[in-house]
Structures are given as structure tokens and as C-alpha cells.
């Protein structure tokens, strides 16, 4: 069984075949696993891979995008009013710079704006990554034992942090910054490096304020999932779905459910600045997958 391939931005993946439609008990588990490794820094696609290729469970394409459009609808939820907030600013920047002020003030003094623009800006490279290394990351998803490898890179990583410098300055990001996180979530669609993981570290390293880290993390995973989800989406995808939607939606609503419990409980580990200790279990499963992968080529 051949586990799926990437999405574009680091969304669903996307399968050379069409599967069947998943049972109730399925979606429940598949819908669990998404939900609580796509904020978490354990890698979502890395978990959904193993499931596949160890549990035999296996999906359509639909099904894939549901889950992510319900861990999208939870950050979107989240971070309601980071989201108003930077819409009004938007709306409200041609008002503010006929007042007389310069696009740099006007864009780059008001923090919301700020971090609209750092958040197109971090897109930028994350687009890039995942349209020109597409090829090289859909065969990652071939491997047990490259998400394997995957995992023990994102535990070191993880455990890297331990040493993040202070908070540069005021902590608020800046232009590098937001460069900086955008590549680290292109180079999150690789399955077994962790989303969250990659660019909430990235930000910490470079000397980040911890909340404007999360922050930025949490919003620029918003136009890559959503990105990723309608590059995904098809007629012939939903009609496909038609007859199964019950169990579709259980494993959407399970998906948001347990991001939901996830995402809070990842903004409670960054404050507290234990992020590192999730580099144990990726180090553990990592090693693992890698072990029986090696036994199984041999």
C-alpha cells in the first residue's frame, strides 16, 4: 500500500489512487490523529503516513481535505480577531496614508498590518518550496523510512530549542523573520517535519517574542492549508463523497475537536517554553519507524 504524496503548501495529500470511503471507526481515528498532530510538533502528514502504512487505514482524497479544513476552520476560530484585526487594517490603510503617512509607517508602525504583511510575505517561500520540490517530497511519501528520518530531525530540532537565545528587542518580527518562518513551512511539507514545530522554532531561534511567534505560526498556516485544500478540491472529489457524508462529517467534526484541544495546549508549551519535550517522542517514534524500516529492507 502506497501511503499518500503532498499537498502543494503542505495540505492533503494527494493520492495516485482513489481509496475506498473510510468506516465510522476510521474517520474517528484518522480525524483524531489529524487534529492532534497538525498543531502539536509531531508532524500531522509524518502520523498519517505511519497510520496508513502500519494500520492499514486508507482514504480518499476528499476525506484528506475535510480533516484539513477542519483543523483550518480551528485556527481561523482561534484567531478570530488577529484575522478582523488585520482585514480592518488593510481596509483602513489607503484612509491612513491620504492622511499624510508614509506606507512604511502606516504599514509597519500599526502591528496588525505588520503582521498581514509579514504573513504575504512568509508565503512567499512556502509556495515556492512546495510547487519546485513537489516531486522530491511526493516520494518522501512513498517511505516509511525517510518519515522516519524525518522524525528524529524535527526531535533535534525540538530539542535545539532549548537554547533559543533571549528576545531580541521588543520581540515583535520582522521582515527576515517572517522569510525565515515561510521556508521552515515549505520545508514542513516533508512528512515527519512538524509544522508547528518548524516555524514556531524558527521564530524562537531568530530571537522572537514567544506569543508573536505562535502568532505568526498560527496565521500563516492559513493561507497554506487553505491554499493546499482548494488546489485539492474537485467535482468528482465531492460527488464521490455524496453517499458517505455522515462519516465524512464525523471525522471533519473529530478533526476540529481535537485541534481544537491541541492548539490550545500547544500556545500553553511555547509559553512555557517546553517544546523540547515533545523531541523525546519524536526521537523515540523516529527511531522506531526507522529500525523496522532498515529490518524490513534487509
Same mark, same amino acid.
Given at each position: 500500500?502506497?501511503?499518500?504524496?503532498?499537498?502543494?503548501?503542505?495540505?492533503?495529500?494527494?493520492?495516485?489512487?482513489?481509496?475506498?470511503?473510510?468506516?465510522?471507526?476510521?474517520?474517528l481515528l484518522l480525524g483524531a490523529l489529524q487534529g492532534a498532530t497538525e498543531w502539536l510538533p509531531v508532524s500531522s502528514s509524518g502520523h498519517l503516513v505511519l497510520a496508513q502504512e502500519y494500520l492499514g487505514v486508507r482514504a480518499p482524497i476528499f476525506f484528506d481535505l475535510l480533516?484539513?479544513?477542519?483543523?483550518?476552520?480551528?485556527?481561523?476560530?482561534? &484567531?478570530?480577531?488577529? @484575522?478582523? #484585526?488585520?482585514?480592518?487594517?488593510? %481596509? /483602513?490603510?489607503?484612509?491612513?496614508?491620504? !492622511?499624510?503617512? +508614509?506606507?512604511?509607517?502606516?504599514?509597519?508602525?500599526?502591528?496588525?498590518?505588520?503582521?498581514?504583511?509579514?504573513?504575504?510575505?512568509?508565503?512567499?517561500?512556502?509556495?515556492?518550496?512546495?510547487?519546485?520540490?513537489?516531486?522530491?517530497?511526493?516520494?518522501?511519501?512513498?517511505?516509511?523510512?525517510?518519515?522516519?528520518?524525518?522524525?528524529?530531525?524535527?526531535?533535534?530540532?525540538?530539542?535545539?530549542?532549548?537554547?533559543?537565545?533571549?528576545?531580541?528587542?521588543?520581540?515583535?518580527?520582522?521582515?527576515?523573520?517572517?522569510?525565515?518562518?515561510?521556508?521552515?513551512?515549505?520545508?514542513?511539507?516533508?512528512?515527519?517535519?512538524?509544522?508547528?514545530?518548524?516555524?514556531?522554532?524558527?521564530? &524562537?531561534?531568530?530571537? @522572537?517574542? #514567544?506569543?508573536?511567534?505562535?502568532? %505568526? /505560526?498560527?496565521?500563516?498556516?492559513?493561507? !497554506?492549508?487553505? +491554499?493546499?485544500?482548494?488546489?485539492?478540491?474537485?467535482?468528482?472529489?465531492l460527488g464521490a463523497a455524496a453517499e458517505a457524508w455522515p462519516v465524512y462529517l464525523v471525522g471533519t467534526a473529530t478533526s476540529a475537536a481535537a485541534g481544537w484541544a491541541c492548539l490550545s495546549l500547544l500556545v500553553r508549551v511555547v509559553r512555557g517554553a517546553k517544546m523540547h519535550?515533545?523531541?523525546?517522542?519524536?526521537?523515540?517514534?523516529?527511531?522506531?519507524?526507522?529500525?523496522?524500516?532498515?529490518?524490513?529492507?534487509?
Open positions: 500500500m502506497a501511503p499518500g504524496a503532498p499537498g502543494v503548501l503542505g495540505g492533503p495529500p494527494v493520492r495516485g489512487a482513489v481509496a475506498g470511503d473510510p468506516t465510522l471507526v476510521e474517520a480533516l484539513h479544513v477542519g483543523t483550518l476552520a480551528v485556527v481561523t476560530l482561534f &484567531l478570530r480577531k488577529d @484575522v478582523v #484585526r488585520i482585514v480592518r487594517g488593510f %481596509l /483602513s490603510a489607503p484612509r491612513a496614508m491620504r !492622511a499624510g503617512g +508614509g506606507a512604511r509607517d502606516v504599514f509597519w508602525a500599526d502591528i496588525d498590518r505588520r503582521m498581514g504583511v509579514l504573513v504575504l510575505a512568509g508565503s512567499v517561500p512556502t509556495a515556492a518550496i512546495g510547487f519546485l520540490l513537489r516531486p522530491q517530497f511526493e516520494s518522501m511519501f512513498e517511505s516509511p523510512l525517510a518519515v522516519g528520518v524525518s522524525l528524529l530531525v524535527t526531535g533535534a530540532f525540538l530539542l535545539l530549542l532549548r537554547w533559543a537565545p533571549p528576545t531580541r528587542g521588543d520581540g515583535t518580527p520582522g521582515l527576515a523573520d517572517a522569510l525565515w518562518v515561510g521556508i521552515a513551512q515549505g520545508a514542513a511539507v516533508a512528512p515527519g517535519v512538524s509544522r508547528s514545530g518548524a516555524t514556531i522554532g524558527a521564530a &524562537l531561534l531568530r530571537g @522572537v517574542d #514567544r506569543e508573536f511567534a505562535v502568532r %505568526l /505560526s498560527f496565521l500563516l498556516s492559513i493561507p !497554506a492549508i487553505a +491554499g493546499a485544500s482548494l488546489f485539492q478540491a474537485s467535482g468528482a472529489a519535550y515533545f523531541a523525546a517522542y519524536c526521537l523515540a517514534l523516529g527511531g522506531l519507524v526507522v529500525s523496522a524500516s532498515v529490518g524490513l529492507l534487509g
